[in-house]
């Protein structure tokens, strides 16, 4: 049913370039943010579960 | 803790701290019920593996034969047990990360109540053969509303409970927790797309390859989403809570959630390496597979440092003990996953018991050993009181330990073995071993052993609930457990530099759409692409739909859980098409809602059983099976013989299939009955000849019927439509 509607998705080439970007983007990103925070903000985030 | 942060916390002056309870109620009902279902998914489990050493304990009825209530098994474990202790977990460390009570008391009972009503449904209709066959999502489409409706009403009272919460962070186990609510929901309802037919019966929305890859992105997602990320969750909070210290990475923890909840979700496709599926499908799978080790390991990695400078205290420590078997045995499982999606270890474990062992190292000492170490460390703290024995629990911690080993091994030694003797090949290039039962009997011991471990896992299970029942007893249960702590905001920060960790940590609904949105993204490259491009399923002009006899067999084949112990896939291997017959097409499957390709070969493939044997051989193999195949570890089925199909429903099945796109003509369900009384009479007639006196109307004859059909449209020149 879901095949019938949508048949054809015009352009598919493109899909494995386009989750390859978003992966990488993805990860990047990811990984600038986690390694910008600071180290006192991480520990405060860690010690969290140690509250009463 | 460290207090002056850059995030310079002030107490804005003359601020009261809030004081408000936190409900224990609720955390111990789950926990109870855990345990409970525990004990009961896993006798039963003991029941169907010592099925396979003793076929009488089938008992010669269809309740308790094997194919019915190995689903209830898995269903009892995974649902039941680790569900029940998902929902202790996260309602204790929810409430007390968000320094609140639940959003809602009413929707903490209804999710109590509403969860064991869906298990006590279950377990009434697995034996009752009422299932979709789909693993681990067998149950039919009334009790799957019922469980979507029961998940938003947990979603709604964790999302509530993150909204009203006093803390301002939110701290890693919730993000884990947040992935789990939203996955588990996007997962459980595009794989239940179902047409009902009946109260009890419905048809998989999909069909064939496009079933498969949809069941397998499910059922690899269910193990990821269900079994991993809730327990992740927990792991961040029972871990540093029992060892007293901080995880040892918190950067690392951001890392292990995103990449895992990104990368997990599309590996689902190495589940069906060497099928029928698309080869770019099966690629990508192999690919995230591999990758996936990375953040598993980071996971464990971070889990067991966080014991750093507390090894001595994992001596004396029961809890510790239980939870450093728990990251052992997951750092085990996800390093073999990966190994197991490689295409040449896939061809050698997959169908065999290697994954029964690799399923158990996950689920024994993972899921169940993190379990115990978490009620060893709540319930002294629920009842206000120290645990009763702790010689009881090391007891327990000791032959759990060699439950799972005694367990694990033999799978692997009986994987091994038959997964060899299946490719063995004599001088002479024929099959060393071409009769299948050679290889079954030959790990039959290694089914015993298992046994053995299972009975010990159990022995211990029973020991924590005695030892957990006395520290009841002994303490005072605290139902509604004070605690202090100021509102949001009245806390005064400071966020400079902060503003990202503002837009993404502090906003759980945000966190739950950006979540969303990395699941979302492989789900839609790994499944548009089957269910839209025509390429991917290559149509064959020869395969026709079933005949209404057929198809009542095929959901007769459905009912008795066939598939549990028999695929319907030969891969490309010579040594498959030589045991088999021809390998299997994408093509075959297109009218197979659902796919029945099946994850387990206890006994053979059937994919090309049609017009193999006569139909004589399979009225006397379903009634005795030790009559036609010496040494037969498959139970009877006596009772095919002696009910009649009911032929009620066939035309609502035909104008069913016909919605989900069968080719029957339109109006053919009125004359079905009439073409499938004359099939069955053809049946009997030649069953007759064979000195066999059977009714045209009994059931196993329309599983004969679907049986000799089985694969055998390949080989007939393409003809018209029924």
Sequence with gaps: MIRNVLENIGGIEIYPIISLTIFFTVFSTMLVYVFTRKKKQMDKMAGLPLEP | MEQTSILKEQVAPGAVMDTFQYDNTIVRNFAIASVVFGLVGMLVGLLVALQLVYPELNFGIPYTSYGRIRPLHTNAVIFAFVGNAIFAGVYYSVQRLCKTRMFSDALSKIHFWGWQLIILSAAITLPLGFTTSKEYAELEWPIDIAITLIWVVFSANVIGTLIKRREE??????????????????????????????????????????????????????????????????????????????????????????????????????????????????????????????????????????????????????????????????????????????????????????????????????????????????????????????????AHFWIGTLGIVFYAIPMYWAGFTQGLMWKQFGPNGTLQYPNFIETVNAIVPMYALRAIGGTLYIVGLIMLAYNLVRTAAQGKFLANEEAQAYSRGVIKQNHEGDFWHRVLERRPVRMAV???????????????????????????????????????????????????????????????????????????????????????????DLHRLGDKYPDSWHYHHMLEPTSMTSGSIMPPYPWLVDDKLDVSNTADKIAAMRTLGVPYAPGYEQKANADLQAQAKQIAARLKDAGIKADHEAEIIALIAYMQRLGTDIKKAPASQP
Excluded at chain 2, 560 to 576: D, K, T
């Design chain 2, 514 to 604: 950006l979540a969303l949105v990395a699941i979302l993204i492989g789900s839609a490259v790994e499944l548009i692409p089957t269910w839209t491009v025509k390429s991917n399923v290559p149509q064959m002009a020869s395969v026709l739909p079933y005949t209404p006899l057929e198809l009542q067999g095929r959901d007769l084949y459905i009912r008795e859980g066939c598939n549990a112990c028999h695929s319907q896939m030969v891969r490309p291997f010579r040594s498959e098409t030589e045991r088999y017959g021809e390998y299997s097409k994408a093509g075959e499957f297109v009218y197979d809602h659902p796919f029945l390709w099946g994850s387990k070969r206890t006994g053979p």
């Design chain 2, 169 to 394: 962070h939110i701290y890693v186990a919730m993000w884990f927790y947040i992935a789990t609510l939203v996955t588990v929901a996007v997962l459980h309802i595009v794989n239940s797309f179902e047409l009902p037919i009946s109260f009890f019966k419905s048809y998989s929305w999909y069909a064939g390859v496009q079933d498969a890859l949809v069941q397998w992105w499910y059922g690899h997602n269910a193990v990821a989403f269900f079994l991993t990320t809730p327990y992740l969750g927990l792991m961040y909070y029972f871990l540093p809570k029992a060892a007293q210290r901080p995880v040892f990475s918190y950067r690392l923890s951001i890392v292990h959630f995103w990449s895992l909840i990104f990368i997990y979700i599309w590996a689902g496709p190495h589940h069906l390496l060497y099928t029928a599926l698309p080869d770019w499908a099966q690629s990508l799978g192999t690919v995230f597979s591999v990758m996936l080790i990375a953040p598993s390991w980071g996971g464990m990695v971070n889990g067991l440092l966080t014991l750093r400078g507390a090894w001595d205290r994992v001596r004396n420590d029961v809890v510790l003990k239980f939870y450093v078997v728990a990251l052992t045995g997951y750092g085990m499982a996800t390093f073999e996953g990966p190994l197991l999606s490689l295409k040449n270890v896939n061809a050698l474990g997959h169908y065999t018991d290697w994954i029964v062992g690799h399923v158990h190292i996950g689920a024994l000492a993972w899921n169940g050993f993190f379990t115990f170490g978490m009620f060893y460390w709540l319930f002294p703290r629920l009842f206000r009181t120290r645990l009763y024995s702790k010689s009881l629990a090391n």
